[in-house]
């Protein structure tokens, strides 16, 4: 059975300042998410991220995967507020037919 | 991406009553798949619904208490039946992934069993 653990699950920073939110995974896979979830909204895609090395960067945020670690790493940059919101990786299994896994999540809150 | 309008928004019922929730995408998407998402935690899949065949429930999860039907390949609805305090959550429809932007997910229903 996949298992997908964040860390943390609660991070309380500066604006101004850097963090990593850690994803680690139990299984094979080289698809994975990260979502950003507003209270009481639905959940934004941030990055896709479809095979070993990959980068992606948006504003902010920067996403990373490493696969034979089956560890990815969503980094925050000189966070501002309103990048407060709750985080989520979430891991394709290999074979298992486009099924989601999600991590428990990371709720950000970003103090001015 | 894919847009998909899930209704209703939210709702409050009385126990031992069932909601049903709709979930329509602007494309055709050969999977859809349910979730809930308990009160301050993560997503859990409830089923994935195929058109033209019963759906597959996860563990913990079945088909009496969450009935799905899938007519066509750009519609389908989850029914909580039989509700309970602990149904309260918030349900999300989910389809097909797509390449560059991965799943879409819908605007969530919140339920609230009093």
């Known amino acids: 059975e996949l298992k997908v653990e964040q860390n943390p699950l609660f991070l309380s920073m500066q604006e101004g300042k850097n963090y990593t939110i850690y994803c680690n995974y139990s299984?094979?896979?080289?698809?994975l998410y990260w979502y950003r979830q507003d209270p009481g909204k639905s959940l934004e895609s941030l990055f896709v991220?479809?095979?070993?090395?990959a980068v992606k960067q948006e504003g902010r945020l920067m996403a990373s995967l490493d696969t034979k670690a089956r560890l990815s790493t969503l980094h925050i940059t000189a966070a501002v507020h309103d990048l407060s919101a709750t985080y989520f990786c979430?891991?394709?299994?290999?074979?298992?037919?486009?099924?989601?896994?999600f991590g428990g999540g990371t709720r950000l809150m970003v103090k001015p | 991406s894919a847009v998909i309008s899930q209704k209703p928004s939210r709702d409050i019922c009385q126990r031992g009553t069932s909601l049903t929730i709709q979930c329509q995408v602007d494309?055709?998407?050969?999977?859809m798949f349910w979730y809930r998402q308990q009160p301050g935690q993560s997503l859990t899949l409830i089923a994935t619904?195929?058109?033209?065949?019963?759906?597959?429930?996860e563990s913990g999860f079945v088909i009496d208490k969450f009935p799905i039907s899938r007519p066509n390949l750009t519609f389908s609805t989850l029914t909580v039946s039989n509700l309970s305090p602990e149904d309260s959550s918030i349900y999300l429809c989910?389809?097909?992934?797509?390449?560059?932007?991965?799943?879409?997910f819908g605007s969530g229903t919140r339920l609230t069993v009093v």
């Open positions: 619904a195929n058109q033209g065949s019963e759906a597959t429930y």
């Open positions: 979430a891991v394709e299994e290999d074979n298992a037919g486009n099924m989601l896994t």
């Open positions: 989910s389809g097909d992934p797509e390449p560059s932007y991965g799943y879409t």
């Open positions: 991220l479809l095979s070993n090395g």
């Open positions: 494309s055709q998407v050969t999977m």
């Open positions: 299984t094979t896979s080289d698809r």
